[in-house]
């Protein structure tokens, strides 16, 4: 059974910077895509970035130039890098990964999903 833990969610300063960890076990089969989405109080939950097997990278168009997700294949561990952060990146963070096809930022496309953590950006 797949599992996903992920880590390092906090609160911070506006401008400041957190970085997530996703570190997944129990794998039957070779993920092709590690993504972090989030969702804030009323919202639906949105992509963030994603991370495909080939080491192709997504980014909502909100978050580019600002967030960087990275995986270390190794430690079965993907990152997400959070720097000039604002106070609309408030919401829950999950880690969510598949075997299967489709638009990285479709959540109905993914099987396997982590208990979240809270990111929290104050003035």
């Known amino acids: 059974q797949v599992q996903l833990v992920e880590s390092g969610g906090g609160s911070v300063q506006a401008g400041g910077s957190l970085r997530l960890s996703c570190a997944a076990s129990?794998?039957?089969?070779?993920?092709?895509?590690m993504a972090w989405f989030r969702q804030a109080p009323g919202k639906e939950r949105e992509g963030v970035a994603g991370s495909t097997r080939s080491i192709s990278t997504y980014y909502a168009d909100s978050v580019k130039g600002r967030f960087t997700i990275s995986r270390d294949a190794a430690k079965n561990t993907v990152y997400l890098q959070m720097n000039s952060l604002k106070l609309e990146d408030t919401a829950m963070y999950y880690c969510a990964t598949r075997s299967g096809g489709g638009s990285w930022s479709d959540v109905s496309t993914y099987s396997y999903w982590g208990q979240g953590t809270q990111v929290t950006v104050s003035s």
């Open positions: 129990g794998y039957t089969f070779s993920p092709v895509v």
